[in-house]
């Protein structure tokens, strides 16, 4: 079945350091794709789509490119910051539920040290 | 803006009492999910509606069940609690169409069966 893997945390990085989560997925057909992330004590918010290939998505800095042929879909930001600390989930869209499921990879935390 | 609401952030709950949890969504979505988050397994999708009266097993169903009388309202049971469904359990709502399925999840509400 259709699965996502994501890069384990934990990730520390410093303030303004580059950022780079990755994303690798298996699927039939042709998924959306999505970045979620989870601020502590919140429940999971959408930080980034892209619905076919080439797609790039992008929200508060943050970046990732859907690319069907390395069926990718790594994170990345320029210059990260301490309010960025949070958990990362990467997730597709199962097209074929009947209810359009999305299957969650496993999460990496992130924290950025001042 | 989507508002996904759960009616409790924190609840504690003795061995086999029969506990509600209620999800409300203001953006009158057909599809709705309960997922619970446990450390190290990311979400697992427990039950799921694509319509009222209608729903569906997820991936982990055991020792757990759901009522859905009213479009905007989603609500998961444990008919005898136990320990071992002490979780972050979060809520989502999303659309039926469209290219995208993505998922609006609610601030979660933390469980804890002593």
């Known amino acids: 079945g259709d699965s996502v893997t994501q890069m384990e945390g934990p990730v520390t990085l410093s303030e303004e350091a580059f950022l780079t989560i990755n994303c690798t997925y298996t699927a039939t057909g042709y998924p959306s794709l999505f970045w ?3 601020y502590p004590g919140e429940g999971l918010q959408l930080l980034l789509k892209a619905t076919k290939a080439d797609d790039k998505g992008s929200n508060k800095g943050f970046e990732a490119t859907y690319r ?3 069926t ?7 210059s990260v910051q301490v309010s960025d600390s949070a958990v990362y989930f990467c997730a597709l869209s199962d097209r074929g539920s009947s209810a359009s499921k999305i299957i969650f990879g496993s999460g990496t935390r992130l924290s950025i040290r001042p | 803006d989507v508002k996904v609401t759960q009616s409790s952030r924190y609840l504690v709950k003795r061995t086999g009492e029969k506990v509600f949890l209620e999800c409300v969504q203001d953006m009158d979505h057909e599809n709705m999910f309960w997922y619970r988050q446990d ?8 039950y799921f509606s694509y319509d009222v009266k209608m729903k569906e097993k997820g991936d982990i169903p055991e020792g757990y069940s759901v009522s859905r009388e009213k479009k905007e309202r989603f609500s998961l049971i444990l008919e005898s609690a136990s320990t071992n469904q002490t979780s972050m359990y979060l809520c989502a709502s999303s659309f039926p169409q469209g290219a995208s399925y993505e998922q609006y999840f609610g601030p979660g509400t933390r469980l804890t069966v002593t």
């Open chain 1, 68 to 70: 069907k042929e390395t």
């Open chain 2, 39 to 46: 450390p190290g397994l990311g979400l697992r999708l427990i």
């Open chain 1, 36 to 38: 979620y992330v989870q």
């Open chain 1, 72 to 78: 990718s879909f790594h994170l990345e930001k320029g």
